[in-house]
């Protein structure tokens, strides 16, 4: 620690240590988490707010931007470096001091309930979009918190199940997003999860959280508890948990509810906004608690210190605290930020329209504006903001499919088809659409979509925090409004507004499906740039799509959700594209998988071999006659490993733009930490001998493959 904090902590009492390393309920009402600082000695108080769809600033508003799956599935770390310095300049408007975000889990089933706030099955692909998600945040001033550290797979019994899962698989799929938050963006903060890992709950897990987030990965920031994520004082204390968050009771965090408005019983609530979510019944571990185990001898007071000090490094690490000034009053903020700016409004549509996959195309793509347009779908009226719980954005202004196609189409028509489908809303009054709303008919959109040239069905799932979904089936009478619009339509295209894979039983039936996954509040304006050509779907996927639930890893119970309090990680290292890959299951749309307007060729493709790895060049060509979006996809094989390994991982990648006709040489660096895989006797262990690059459009979709040996 520096000089200036070590001079601070000298002069703070042990009262006065034991209020910096707990929260308490915000005197403003607009931050998610508050640490009161100290007026005696001029540090200021600190702010937490939750993300990461954007700052979530309790009765505030903020832009709402795509979910963090839609930005995944840009495969741009650029663009993702743009979104956070977004979303810290606006977490700077509203004055907080730490934006909770982001979230960088690996999606393990394809049922979770905060898919949508993560990025991908994939480690590389969730790392590079964190990476670049925590510069642009902390490059404002604001302070990041990566989150939910680790193994942080479902929300079923999130508060107990324990991920019973191998050291290699920690260390090959669900640490290195987390790693690369440490190492490469040196991120300020870490929130642990609510889960147990191989049976200790991780704001108590002192190997994770000492032995390698603190020690092995050398993090210096701060360790937060996910809110009542922490379940003990001095196991808690000794493990490396920094900051216990809220640091108050319920009924203390929000004095509006009464004893009775809560349950601590952890099964899923209904998904209105006047049920609290369920909450586990413990009570402040880092006041009193702590106090009295320092004073008794039990935990030593420099456990205390380290912790303080940590807190102030990080506050001073933002500009929003000047250490040295602090016994003056003095703190150093200037940073104002900038909130619903025209460019946030515009970055917002270019995520949308960027983490746009094109699934399937039948010459459908893109629709004429001579085109009438019958919009049909139970909520196709209305933006899909996102998914429930504690990412909620209240927007100032949105979009829906049916305004943005209105204002593009020549002649456009609405039928919702179905009953609406209830949106879950826990931290704002729920203005979804009421499910059991009468004076929909099938039949009135089948008429509709007969009149018309062209049928766009847009469908959606519900997807939330608190709970996972049942299936991954259409929700409510969807799958057969789709069924009977195709049969009626001449042309049929749906769009898809999911948290993650669906089930697409009428994917023969249809002549186009576009996945926009949870848009935010420019979901019309961005649907109808694609729909109508103005912009190519530049969107991969980031996770696969089965054909059913079956299909993945976590189709047994003791996989998920778990018997007796534990989920078990039987398939190791194998999930997502490796579980297809390993048990030969064919997917409905591989990893990676997305089609773009223009058509590219893969002239010729070389690899050859560096003293740190190996480097892949491609020739790429656009050979059509507009301006199109490719991503070129690098994996390897580590067929010199001595152990069961994936055929193929991802490695690197590169979202490429070319006009018609264009030509580009893209070249993509591998490293030979690229061919480790983890021994859990000897740590990283690169193979000699032969190994495998492969290079395509996606897991499936390989265009040239190379041996090459890696010393």
């Known amino acids: 620690m520096g000089s200036d904090v070590t001079a601070l902590l000298d002069e703070l009492t042990l009262a006065e240590k034991i209020r910096l390393v707990h929260g308490t309920a915000d005197p403003d009402g607009t931050a998610t988490g508050y640490v009161p600082g100290n007026d005696r000695l001029g540090i200021r108080p600190i702010t937490l707010v939750d993300g990461p769809l954007g700052v979530r600033a309790m009765g505030e508003r903020a832009t709402a931007f795509p979910a963090s799956i839609a930005l995944a599935a840009s495969w741009d770390p650029e663009l993702a470096r743009e979104f956070g310095t977004a979303v810290g300049r606006e977490t700077a408007a509203h004055d907080q001091d730490v934006l909770l975000g982001p979230g960088v889990n690996i999606i393990r089933t394809p049922v979770g309930g905060r898919n949508f706030e993560y990025y991908s099955e994939d480690p590389h692909l969730s790392a590079r979009t964190g990476v670049g998600t925590i510069e642009g945040i902390q490059s404002t001033g604001v302070a990041a918190t990566v989150k939910h550290y680790v193994a942080n797979n479902q929300e079923t019994n999130r508060y107990e199940v324990s991920a019973d899962v191998s050291e290699r698989a920690l260390r090959e799929l669900y640490l290195p997003a987390f790693r690369a938050a440490v190492e490469e963006a040196d991120v300020d903060a870490v929130m642990t999860a609510y889960n147990r890992v191989n049976g200790v709950h991780m704001s108590d897990h002192e190997f994770l959280l000492s032995d390698v987030l603190k020690d092995e990965w050398d993090f210096d920031g701060l360790v937060v508890s996910d809110w009542w994520g922490t379940r003990s004082t001095v196991d808690a204390a000794q493990a490396g948990l920094d900051l216990e968050m809220p640091g108050v009771e319920l009924t203390e965090y929000l004095p509006e509810l009464d004893a009775d408005s809560f349950d601590a019983d952890p099964s899923p609530p209904d998904g209105t906004s006047s049920d609290f979510p369920p909450i586990p019944d413990v009570s402040a571990y880092f006041g009193e608690p702590l106090r009295e ?3 008794s001898g039990e935990i030593d007071e420099s456990i205390l ?15 929003r605290q000047n250490v040295a000034e602090c016994e003056t009053g003095s703190p150093s903020d200037d940073s104002t930020g900038e ?3 025209s460019e946030h409004r515009q970055l917002a549509r270019e995520i949308a329209i960027e983490g746009t996959v094109l699934l399937t195309n039948d010459d459908v793509l893109p629709l004429s504006e001579s085109d009438s347009v019958a919009v049909i779908g139970p909520n196709a009226d209305a933006a899909k903001l996102g998914g429930g719980g504690s990412s909620e954005v209240s927007p100032f202004t949105e ?16 039928e919702r088809g179905v009953n609406p489908i209830a949106e879950s809303s826990f931290f704002a009054d729920s203005e979804s659409a009421d499910a059991s709303e009468a004076g929909t008919s099938i039949d009135d959109a089948v008429s509709a979509a007969a009149s018309a040239d062209r049928a766009v069905v847009v469908a959606q799932d519900d997807a939330t925090e608190f709970t996972d979904r049942d299936s991954i089936e259409l929700p409510g009478r969807q799958n057969d409004l789709i069924d009977a619009v195709a049969e009626a339509a001449e042309r049929t295209v749906v769009v898809l507004r999911t948290s993650g894979p669906v089930e697409l039983p009428w994917l023969d039936a249809v002549d186009a499906v576009l996945e926009t996954w949870y848009p935010g509040q420019a979901d019309g304006e961005a649907l109808a740039a694609v729909l109508f050509g103005d912009a190519d779907p530049g969107g991969r996927l980031p996770v696969t799509f089965g054909r059913s639930a079956a299909d993945y890893p976590t189709a047994d119970e003791t996989a998920f959700p778990g018997t007796d309090d534990v989920a078990q990680y039987e398939e190791g290292v194998f999930v997502g594209y490796r579980y297809f890959d390993d048990r030969d299951i064919e997917p409905l749309f591989p990893f990676g998988h997305g089609q773009s307007y223009a058509t590219f060729e893969y002239d010729d493709v070389t690899v050859s071999e560096t003293d740190d790895g190996c480097d892949v060049t491609v020739d790429l060509r656009n050979s059509a006659t507009r301006t199109g979006t490719e991503v070129i996809q690098v994996y390897v094989g580590k067929s010199a490993a001595p152990v069961p390994t994936p055929e193929r991982e991802l490695a690197g990648f590169e979202s490429v733009e070319l006009g018609a006709g ?11 930490e690229d061919f480790a895989y983890y021994d859990e006797d000897s740590g990283w262990t690169v193979p000699d001998g032969s190994n495998t690059v492969h290079v395509g459009r996606s897991s499936r979709d390989i265009r040239a493959t190379a041996d090459v040996d890696v010393q």
Do not use: C, H, Y
């Open 662 to 672: 264009d030509s580009a040489t893209v070249t993509i660096s591998l490293a030979r």
């Open 339 to 341: 909130l619903d700016t």
């Open 305 to 319: 210190d380290e912790k303080v000090a940590r807190l102030l490094s990080m506050l001073e690490s933002t500009g």
């Open 293 to 295: 185990a320092i004073e």
């Open 399 to 414: 979009t829906g499919p049916l305004a943005g196609i209105e204002s593009r189409a020549a002649d456009a028509s609405f």
